[in-house]
């Protein structure tokens, strides 16, 4: 690792001079290399490389798409864009219809447009510990530090109670009833919270929240752009929740397993007849791209072959082990499908990840792990091993 301050282009979410950069020569499916070091990626790069750094099926997919027609064309349908919205849809179990963006914040964004312009109502409500994506409107309902150096819409975005601290929704209800219903177009929740700590509401607080939403008719917003494509063992991370229903889902990172930028916002039935009669004010130029399209298509094959589910199912058990092991030790962590935080406290870093040859961050004194779903059993146990003995090390 090499503290570079003098690179023609900016690292993103850190100043220049501090920022943590590590070079890269090549790859394998579960491996950054650098001469003779190499770095196990537990962290699938940002959450979307669920499917490893080499994946032969969706990168032959692309160049396959490549050489057919590879460009977007809002107007034009096609057969592929047709296949994937359809089996997308049908994964949800509802009745949607697709959006097609080139992000999760772009996902957001429309969701947050569609919402306010079905309702005509302004406020949006969301969660102190969450992020929604960097654009203007995706980091108005942000509530982390990223959402801190610029003029957002504030006085349009409400915060509500930790799901923690108000397990019945009480709070929640009350704010609404403090804001007026006939002002709060929506609320938008990271379905399980990602990068921000991995904090799992219960089914409790899930059903208190559908009770609230439905006696102030307030759309429900799941932001599942960490959690679709599995991350959380379901295709989707409300599927832990058999009861909801989302009246918006954005989706986006793992749906091409980060090879084509792409991203989703499924709108339920209900919204989408809206547009039968009124104009959807939203699009992209690059909206529905033949390339994310066959990536998407590439995605839902393989996740839907055995092989992928057996391998998944023994991933998210010895991932499951090693929290349980965490836990027996007294260290404070979480975890849901492949998807875990441990409470690091400062003693632990980023640096100390990267020294012993693991991808992975720690943000808050929190390390997120995410390893790719597709890694097999002996490598994910033996990185989990390493980083085992490191927080032994490091936290006792
Ligand atoms: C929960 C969540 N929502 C939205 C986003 C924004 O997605 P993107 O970076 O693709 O715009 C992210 C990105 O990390 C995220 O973690």
Redesign the pocket.
């Known amino acids: 690792m090499k503290e570079d301050k003098s690179l023609p282009y900016f690292i993103t979410w850190t100043s220049q001079n501090e920022a943590l950069t590590i070079p890269l020569e090549r790859v394998s499916n579960d491996y950054f290399f650098e001469k003779n070091n190499k770095w196990l990626n537990l962290s699938s790069i940002?959450?979307q490389a669920s499917f490893g750094l080499k994946n032969s099926k969706i990168l032959n997919a692309i160049k396959k798409q490549m050489g057919e027609f590879s460009l977007a064309s809002p107007k034009q349908t096609f057969h592929l864009k047709q296949e994937v919205s359809t089996r997308l849809i049908e994964k949800t179990g509802s009745k949607y219809k697709c959006f097609f963006t080139l992000?999760?914040?772009?996902g957001?964004e429309n969701a947050l447009k569609i919402a306010r312009q079905i309702t005509g109502r302004k406020i949006i409500l969301s969660q102190k510990n969450s992020?929604?994506?960097?654009t203007m409107g995706?980091l108005s309902i942000t509530g982390d530090w990223r959402n801190k150096d610029h003029l957002l819409p504030k006085q349009w975005t409400k915060t509500i109670p930790n799901p923690q601290d108000d397990p019945n929704g009480e709070k929640l209800d009350a704010l609404i009833v403090s804001i007026g219903t006939d002002k709060i177009a929506a609320i938008c929740l990271?379905t399980i919270t990602?990068?921000n700590g991995v904090f799992i509401p219960t089914q409790k607080w899930y059903k208190a929240l559908n009770r609230i939403l439905k006696k102030h008719k307030i759309l429900l917003i799941l932001?599942e752009?960490?959690c679709a494509g599995h991350r959380t063992g379901p295709f989707f991370g409300f599927q832990n929740y058999p009861f909801l229903k989302p009246d918006l889902i954005v989706a986006?990172?793992a749906l091409t397993g980060g090879y084509f930028p792409l991203?989703v916002v499924l709108v339920s039935q209900k919204l989408s007849n809206y547009y039968d009669k009124h104009i959807l004010s939203c699009g992209l130029t690059n909206y529905g791209h033949p390339l994310g399209l066959a990536a998407l298509k590439a995605v839902l094959d393989l996740t839907e072959e055995d092989k992928f589910k057996t391998q998944l199912y023994k991933n998210i058990e010895s991932f499951a082990n090693f929290f349980e092991l965490l836990k027996d030790k007294g260290i404070v962590s979480r975890s849901i499908g492949l998807l875990g935080a441990v409470e690091v406290n400062d003693k632990l870093v980023t640096k100390d990840l990267i020294d012993n040859g693991i991808y992975a961050s720690i943000q808050n004194q929190r390390l997120i792990l995410a390893p790719n779903l597709t890694m097999s059993s002996s490598t994910l146990k033996k990185g989990l091993n390493k980083v085992g003995l490191l927080l032994n090390e490091k936290l006792s």
């Open positions: 940002s959450y992000s999760g914040s772009e957001i992020y929604h994506g960097a995706a990271e990602g990068g932001d752009v960490v986006a990172k991203g």
